[in-house]
């Protein structure tokens, strides 16, 4: 994909080892509750094809609260996992879905999810996946009121709508086994993926503190460095650092990296400058994970 888009808080860096593939295109939806709808055999050809982003009905610009549909609708795609990722885990990674969620894998009920402003992720690989199948994803997306996740009240009492539907992007993701985590995923307080924060901040310099959560899914052993580059707007590298870890199977483990930056450029509201921070996972010279973020070095109280 481009590098103009991100993708579970990543954009992609050429040749990372890690795979990313537009999962919006050709979904099955109808607006309604329909019984049977997850089934591997359940005719769907009468459904409307959608792409996603995608909301569950069209309104007018002045729309607001309590005039949009509420109530259950359905998705449902048939797909095959790609030939090329064997030994790699398959991710779903939904950027959010509005309402209550039910997932079906191949028929079967896999996960149940409230709230409509994070991330869910399905990893058919732990669900049994693997390179070459022909799979059948359903989604079955709620906006009823609900006070149990946000924004809690009715929409009756609310002076804005939200929608329904898969209303931004889907993606598969596709890992080695040794990698990155996602820190949704992850579900740690304070930890998981990437966090960078700053301190000592003035003109002539900035320490940068780097944590990235790198998680062994392997059934054996390995030892693994993590290279941070960081770069300037004109992309030339002023800081590198390596660090090396040994994780031991199914371990994951926060490797904690600190650099200072001469002369920094700071990020304000008038000057938003963001450097890049390239991070790259590799075993021995390969490289088996990684990505890029863009951070500003700033401080606020």
């Not at 003035?202 to 770069?231: G, H, M, P, Q």
Request: with cysteine.
């Amino acid at each position: 994909i481009s590098a103009s888009n991100s993708v579970a808080g990543f954009f992609p860096l050429e040749s990372s080892g890690r795979q990313i593939y537009n999962f919006n295109n050709g979904w099955r939806f109808v607006r309604g509750d329909v019984k049977n709808a997850e089934k591997t055999d359940f005719d769907d050809k009468a459904w409307e094809v959608v792409a996603v982003p995608h909301t569950v009905q069209l309104m007018p610009v002045e729309a607001s609260g309590n005039r949009n549909y509420q109530g259950v609708a359905w998705y449902r795609k048939q797909f095959v996992v790609p030939a090329d990722v064997k030994r790699k885990d398959v991710l779903i990674h939904f950027e959010a879905i509005m309402g209550k969620q039910k997932f079906f894998f191949n028929g079967k009920l896999v996960k149940e999810n409230k709230g409509g402003y994070l991330p869910v992720t399905i990893d058919l690989t732990a669900l049994g996946a693997q390179a070459g199948d022909t799979c059948l994803l359903a989604v079955m997306a709620d906006n009823s009121d609900d006070r149990s996740y946000p924004p809690g009240k009715t929409q009756l009492t609310l002076d804005f709508a939200y929608h329904g539907g898969i209303y931004r992007d889907v993606w598969m993701i596709c890992k080695n086994k040794v990698a990155i985590t996602d820190a949704t995923e992850a579900n740690k307080v304070a930890g998981g993926g990437v966090f960078v924060h700053f301190d000592k901040i003035s003109s002539t310099s900035a320490e940068v503190f780097i944590d990235t959560e790198i998680k062994n899914n392997d059934n054996k052993s390995r030892t693994i460095s993590l290279e941070a580059l960081i770069k300037d707007k004109s992309g030339k590298t002023i800081k590198s650092i390596i660090s090396k870890v040994t994780l031991k199977a199914g371990e994951s483990r926060t490797i904690k990296q600190k650099e200072n930056v001469l002369n920094p450029q700071l990020w304000s509201p008038e000057n938003p400058y963001l450097y890049h921070l390239n991070l790259i996972v590799k075993d021995g010279k390969k490289a088996v994970d990684g990505g890029f973020i863009r951070i500003g070095i700033r401080k606020a109280e």
